[in-house]
């Protein structure tokens, strides 16, 4: 089982960035996925989650309008698009696998995380 995240990097306030999560090892359809972050000095927080089959997404209420959650269970992918990015966004971003294919079944697997940096 193995989630591997890309796309993060350094971009200017305001700019945007699309990270991409793939997965391989499990049945990726069968299982909600999340995207979290952790900035320095800071505790991990759950940025957005996605169910199963893409029906229904959820996303932290103070990212709403900036961020979007997707998923391509073809490509076995979750993507995060960031936009309008702030200093604050600076964080390492994880994905994970949810055990099951709703957004309240427990995290069983994270990637390996991607850091995204936005400065000036």
């Known amino acids: 089982v193995q989630l591997v995240e890309s796309g993060g990097g350094l971009v200017q306030p305001g700019g945007s960035l699309r990270l991409s999560c793939t997965a391989s090892g499990f049945t990726f359809s069968g299982h909600a996925m999340s995207w979290y972050r952790q900035a320095p000095a800071k505790e991990r927080e759950r940025v957005a989650s996605?169910?199963?089959?893409?029906?229904?997404?959820d996303l932290v209420d103070s990212l709403k309008g900036r961020f979007a959650i997707s998923r391509d269970n073809a490509e076995n992918t979750v993507y995060l698009q960031m936009t309008n990015l702030k200093p604050e966004d600076t964080a390492v971003y994880f994905c994970?696998?949810?055990?099951?294919?709703?957004?309240?079944?427990?995290?069983?697997?994270w990637g390996q995380g991607t850091q995204v940096t936005v400065s000036s």
């Open positions: 996605i169910s199963s089959a893409g029906g229904l997404s």
């Open positions: 994970a696998a949810h055990s099951g294919a709703v957004i309240g079944n427990r995290i069983r697997t």
